[in-house]
């Protein structure tokens, strides 16, 4: 199974979106830090950057073959420790939602890795037989499945993360040619059950009756952070409403901050660099030479992307609240580490040859 040692272009350009994202997200960082605090906040968020090249470093050079061949076992390993945080003392729970454990003084949301192994699951399933999404019969097994999966996920509850994960399903299955039929069929059972989520968590009823109802406390001070950033911003480290002004802005406000201090041409320069991503991302993804590869970066794509657009829209109102990070951008070290994994190994699965294998789960 061999891969090229060179890069193709449409790969580098990606690496350059990618980097530089992680570079704005550094200086975001850095520049909005409290006074006499600078130099801790370069510390820490740079150590999260070099977690996540490690983690893209090691996606790079995994097997592909043995990604395929161990997802479930790493998923079903996955699934139980998310039991275990919440009938056990081992989660943390911060803002009504138990997603975090404690390693140290370092706080992981294990969930954010299914991110990684759902994406592999599904794109393995499809690879090996591409009828499967020609019917509703195992397209419904399969979503079955995916509900077992996400179970301990919006029993934390974190319903942003299965979300996530819908869209990229069903942009994968459109990818390797699900009927509209199948589309029809599938998309009111999604809506019904999303519906019955939605009314079983109070807090994402919260959020969702406090956007329609208006403007919620944090757009509305995200919005302060446009209208004084203006086009230009105050410039770094010169902002008006860092400090706390508006909440989490370091990591699912961080948009907002940009705003203040870099004005709507920095807002408009990351929105540019995620157009770009997802160009060059699909594009790598139709350069591959086998379905398992093209399938696997395209869903890389979608889930960077999807994220990324969510939080965007958010910050400016147009979606309810929820705790969506800014991929490469806001501060988070499970984030940026599962993300970069998932990239790495979905860059390598478009450049290496990979045999036909059993499908996950066993689904015939």
């Given at each position: ?17 990618v ?5 704005l997200g550094?200086l ?12 801790d906040v ?5 150590s ?11 996606g ?18 996955l699934?139980?420790?998310l039991?275990?945080m ?7 729970a ?17 969930s954010l ?9 599904l ?5 090996k ?5 020609q019917?509703a019969s ?5 979503i ?6 996400m ?25 390797a040619?699900?009927?509209f039929r ?27 009756d406090s956007w ?7 757009v ?13 911003g105050?410039?770094?480290?010169n ?5 706390g ?7 699912d ?5 940009i ?44 889930v ?6 969510y ?12 705790g ?10 499970t ?6 994994l ?14 036909t ?8």
């Open positions: 199974m061999a891969a090229s040692n060179k890069f193709m272009p449409a790969t580098l350009a990606l690496f350059a979106c980097g530089a994202l992680a570079v550094l975001v960082a850095v520049s909005s830090a409290p006074p006499g605090e600078a130099g370069l510390l820490r968020h740079s999260f950057l070099a977690a996540a090249a490690a983690a893209f470093a090691v790079l050079n995994l097997n592909p073959q043995h990604v395929r061949n161990y997802s479930v076992h790493a998923s079903i390993a699934w139980l420790l039991l275990l919440l009938v056990t003392d081992l989660g943390r911060a803002n009504a939602a138990t997603r975090w454990i404690q390693v140290g003084s370092v706080s992981l949301q294990p890795f299914l991110q990684v192994l759902w994406p592999v699951l794109s393995s399933w499809i690879a037989d591409p009828l499967r999404v019917s195992p397209i419904f097994k399969m079955g499945l995916f509900f077992v999966l179970l301990p996920v919006l029993l934390q509850p974190d319903f942003g993360s299965v979300v996530i994960l819908i869209a990229v399903s069903g942009c994968v299955m459109l990818f040619g699900l009927p199948v589309l029809l069929v599938s998309v009111p059972l999604l809506l019904v059950v999303g519906a019955l989520a939605v009314f079983s968590f109070d807090h994402v009823l919260s959020r969702i329609s109802g208006g403007v919620p406390e944090q509305m001070r995200a919005q302060d952070a446009f209208r004084y950033g203006g086009w230009f105050a410039g770094p480290g902002g008006v409403l860092k400090f002004y508006i909440p989490e802005s370091t990591t406000f961080v948009l907002a901050l705003a203040d201090e870099w004005g709507m041409i920095g807002v408009l320069m990351v929105w540019s660099l995620f157009m770009a991503f997802t160009f060059f991302g699909l594009r790598v993804a139709r350069q591959s030479s086998h379905r398992y590869g093209i399938l696997l970066m395209g869903a890389t794509t979608v960077i992307s999807f994220q990324a657009a939080n965007m829209a958010m910050v400016v109102g147009a979606l309810p609240v929820k969506l990070p800014l991929p490469f951008v806001s501060r988070g070290g984030s940026l580490m599962a993300l970069a998932l990239l790495g190994i979905a860059i390598n699965s478009t450049r290496s040859r990979i045999r294998q059993s499908a996950p789960f066993g689904i015939k």
